[in-house]
């Protein structure tokens, strides 16, 4: 996998990208995320989103992050994704000095994740944080390109051939399902 390249000094492989403006940035709370975080570039990369991916810790390197959320509208940033564990406050800290929207994903490290679940979803009112399901990079990407094609054609028609490409693959499987031989099973 490719990871493009970025401003912000990262502890991440760069490369790639093609020289293009990233439109979606992700950041993790520590790259020991990035195994989850890699369906999210994964995901992009498919819908060919230009994308940055940095590690940045709200607790470990706050004063990083606070400069990141400043600066990544200027940068041509439009919608930014937040993983982080355990205290997560990296997607609320991120959310409280920019206005781009911030999709959180709570990473399940601790208490099956609810840890992080809560700390994402649970924002003060007026700094809103649109959290995805513990684990759930794959996810947050697509809602970035739902938002990304509000204003661009090209990406919304991907798009609708992406959500196209699902109903295809279940029908699909429910057609291979039909083989799967019981003695009591009647279809
Ligand atoms: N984390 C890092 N700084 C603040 C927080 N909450 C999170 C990371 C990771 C977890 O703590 O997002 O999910 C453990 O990080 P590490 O680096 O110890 O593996």
Known sequence: MEHNKSNISS???????????????IIMGSTSDLPIMEK??????????????????????????????????????????????????LPGVIAASTTLPVIGV????????????????????????ATVGINGAQNAAILAVEMLALSDDAIASRLSNYKASLKQKIEKANKELADVKYEYKTN
């Open 40 to 89: 999210a570039c994964k995901q992009l990369d498919e819908l060919q989103i230009p994308f940055e991916v940095n590690a940045l810790s709200a607790h470990r390197t706050p004063d990083a992050v606070e400069r990141f959320a400043r600066e990544a509208k200027d940068r041509g940033v439009r919608v930014i994704i937040a993983a982080a564990g355990m205290a997560a406050a």
């Open 106 to 129: 709570p990473i399940k490290g601790m208490l099956d994740g609810l840890d992080a679940l809560l700390s994402i979803v649970q924002m003060p009112p007026g700094i809103p944080v």
């Open 11 to 25: 502890p991440l492989p760069s490369g790639g990208g093609g020289g293009r403006l990233p439109l979606v940035s």
